[in-house]
């Protein structure tokens, strides 16, 4: 899931339109796809996104034994957006905004009698995005505007596995934090009063503090062959990888009628050391790598008696994981995915209120088994599929 940087949509107006707002965000969904849209608030406003709630599952075919599938699916709860507008002046407004734009959580235990194959497994993750933004039109067709974010980002990962026909237990954990930042800078073009041009630049993710602790440990306790060993590394440093970001976006939007907007975001490429640290010969570091992709953003709203917008959208979440070798440096999944939002809402003078749905679903690679022609297990490139199921709601107060 780390591999996807956007598996879910957030905001208002953009979680119903696929995340497709860069030429036409106002409001919360300004301060996270392009704060230049906050030059062009005529009033104050508070924003909630209250939350998501879904359905995610994940499945990996042969993923620890041939024949032993991976399945796990679990209830999620993902409060998503908070955001505070205040207008500072004619073409001036500021904001204060938190976002929750990636999360995952799974608990899953299995087991395979005949075999004696008991597993128990335990994931979690979670980006916080907190910061202020503002925005300011210059003239009457262009908005510049700036973000500044700090990001919290801390997972999870517990494996356990008991072989009874091996004789064999293997236990994996992980645990760290991450506290960066990550600056954003945006324009917003008038081409015409209804078209309109968007392009936002979001800089890496600068690692301010990191910290990570790894635990590994196994038993075989075979009557011909015991062994046993223990790992354990703490206090290392941390890094959450975040690479470059560029979103230029095409927009059309008539109040009271109706919009549409089309979205194109590119990811660069970023090697990093995911944790590292350690002395002498003690000293540890993990090296990951992040290829560049592209996700594309595309939705379309109608707005019924000048009130009411019925809005449908898709996008992308490719994986920037690097090609899954059985014997690469690699050991990150590797999903595709594609996503469809839908959402109606109710735009009063002072209150708007939307509720929408969201299905995102995928498949790709990842690390699995079998046994070769001697019998003995050999890593595998095997396949996998994840999918989510949301229902969200948000509202915002004008005044």
């Known amino acids: 899931g780390e591999a996807n940087y956007q598996p879910y949509v957030v905001g208002e107006r953009a979680a119903g339109m696929g995340g497709a707002v860069a ?37 990996t075919r042969d993923a620890s034994f041939p024949g032993e599938d991976f399945q796990v699916s679990s ?4 409060p998503t957006g908070l955001s ?37 497994y335990s994931q979690d993750e979670q980006t916080l995005y907190a910061g202020p933004s503002v925005g300011h039109v210059f003239g009457e067709r262009l908005s510049i505007g700036a973000s500044l974010f700090g990001v919290y980002q801390t997972a999870s990962d517990l494996e356990n596995l008991y072989w009874g026909d091996y004789s064999y237990t293997y236990t994996a954990n992980y645990k760290y934090s991450v506290l960066g930042a990550v600056g954003v800078l945006g324009v917003q073009y008038r081409l015409t009063d209804e ?26 306790g075979d009557a011909q062959v015991a062994d046993a060993g223990a790992v354990y590394y703490d206090d290392l440093d941390a890094d959450n990888g975040l690479p470059a970001q560029l979103r230029a976006g095409l927009g059309w939007q008539r109040p009271g009628v109706g919009g549409f907007g089309i979205d194109a975001t590119h990811h660069w ?11 002498g010969d003690d000293a540890l570091a993990i ?33 920037s994981a690097p090609d899954l070798e059985p014997d690469g440096e690699s050991t990150l999944s590797q999903i595709d995915l594609y ?21 995102v679903w995928g498949e790709g ?35």
């Open 195 to 220: 078209w309109a041009a968007g392009l936002v630049f979001t800089t890496p993710a600068t690692t301010l503090s990191g910290s990570g602790r790894i635990q590994m440990r196994e038993v075989l």
């Open 23 to 59: 030429a036409t965000a106002n409001g919360m969904d300004a301060c996270f796809y392009n704060p230049a849209g906050l030059g062009r608030e005529t009033s104050d406003s508070i924003s909630v996104n209250g939350a998501l709630y879904g359905i995610q599952t994940y499945e």
């Open 75 to 78: 209830f999620a709860t993902i």
């Open 365 to 399: 690679d990842a690390l699995g088994t079998r046994l070769d022609d001697a019998g003995e297990l050999e890593s595998i490139v095997s396949r996998t599929s994840e999918s989510g199921l949301y229902v969200f709601a948000s509202t915002a107060y004008r005044f």
């Open 269 to 279: 490429a970023r090697d990093y050391d995911w944790m590292s640290g350690g002395s």
């Open 287 to 319: 090296r990951q790598s992040r290829r560049a992709v592209t996700d594309l953003q595309v939705g379309g709203e109608y707005v019924v008696r000048q009130r009411y917008p019925l809005r449908a959208g898709a996008f992308t979440s490719f994986s």
């Open 339 to 359: 996503g469809v939002t839908a959402s109606i809402g109710s735009e009063g003078e002072t209150v708007v209120m939307n509720f929408g749905v969201s299905y």
């Open 84 to 120: 505070a507008v205040r207008k500072l002046r004619a073409g001036t407004a500021a904001a204060f905004s938190v976002f929750v734009p990636s999360r995952l959580s799974y608990r899953d235990i299995q087991a395979f009698p005949e075999r004696e194959h008991y597993y128990n």
